[in-house]
């Protein structure tokens, strides 16, 4: 049985052993199979924090049941932990974020400061962006209301600008928001973290930051390798088997 052909189709020559090429198809569907593979796990990945973030949405807690020894960076927990706030805003203390944006356009996030009913202790809300015309839309939210949110813990390098405030006049205006600080203005103790509001919540303004995102980048990473492994395989057997590198490098000149 002979299972060696040469096919010729204009200049373009290729010499096939079936047997050899039946190896480089094999390896190549196996590569394209781990590349597939790869995209299904981050496809898993996607729907398990899909599934997640409606739990604990479902789930969520009072902020003031988390215990005071759970407050640290280093908690997992606490990351994009989402909580349940009742009381009222203190409209009249808001912050002004510096410098975010939306659409690319500059405006400022607003923070405001919300007092627990419980216990009457203080947490700082960041209800969104608004535009950076003069003055910004606040759309304050009088009375007793009940939010839904998400700790947000920012990482360890996170780099903090230092403000000139005027704590006279308000709303005052940070460039980064420095819970201490704020601590310091309003005399008394807040909780460490800020609370992002989650969608459609009392006092809700444009919800700017990025969503939470399960880490689907090595995944992805892993499945581009192995589509060009498999191509790289196609492409050296095409080139070992075939007159195609001289056609490419064209008639020597002489």
């Known amino acids: 049985m002979n299972l060696r052909h040469t096919y010729q189709l204009s200049s373009f020559e290729i010499r096939i052993n079936w047997l050899i090429a039946a190896c480089v198809a094999i390896t190549a569907v196996t590569f394209a199979n781990l590349g597939l593979w790869q995209l299904d796990r981050a496809a898993e990945k996607v729907d398990a924090q899909r599934i997640l973030q409606a739990e604990l949405r479902e789930n969520a807690g009072a902020i003031e049941d988390i215990p005071n020894g759970h407050l640290h960076r280093a908690n997992p927990e606490m990351r994009n932990r989402h909580v349940q706030l009742s009381g009222e805003y203190l409209n009249d203390r808001t912050i002004l974020i510096l410098a975010e944006f939306f659409d690319d356009q500059i405006g400022y996030g607003v923070v405001t400061p919300f007092r627990l009913a419980s216990n009457n202790s203080l947490v700082l809300v960041h209800r969104g962006w608004t535009t950076g015309m003069l003055p910004p839309v606040l759309r304050p939210v009088d009375g007793p209301v009940e939010v839904s949110g998400q700790v947000f813990v ?7 600008f230092p403000s000139q405030i ?4 308000w709303p ?10 704020v601590s310091e203005i309003l005399d008394e103790p807040i909780f460490p973290f800020e609370v992002r509001v989650t969608a459609d919540q009392p006092g809700t303004l444009v919800r700017h930051w990025p969503a939470v995102n399960p880490d689907v980048n090595q995944n992805l990473s892993y499945a581009v390798q192995w589509f060009s492994f498999g191509l790289i395989i196609v492409f050296a057997a095409l080139l070992a088997s ?10 020597e000149r002489p």
């Not at 005027?166 to 006049?169: Q, S």
């Open 166 to 169: 005027d704590p006279t006049e």
């Open 172 to 181: 005052i205006r940070m460039r980064s928001l420095e819970i201490d600080v």
């Open 154 to 160: 920012p990482p360890e390098n996170t780099r903090i």
């Open 242 to 251: 075939s007159n195609l590198w001289s056609l490419m490098r064209g008639p």
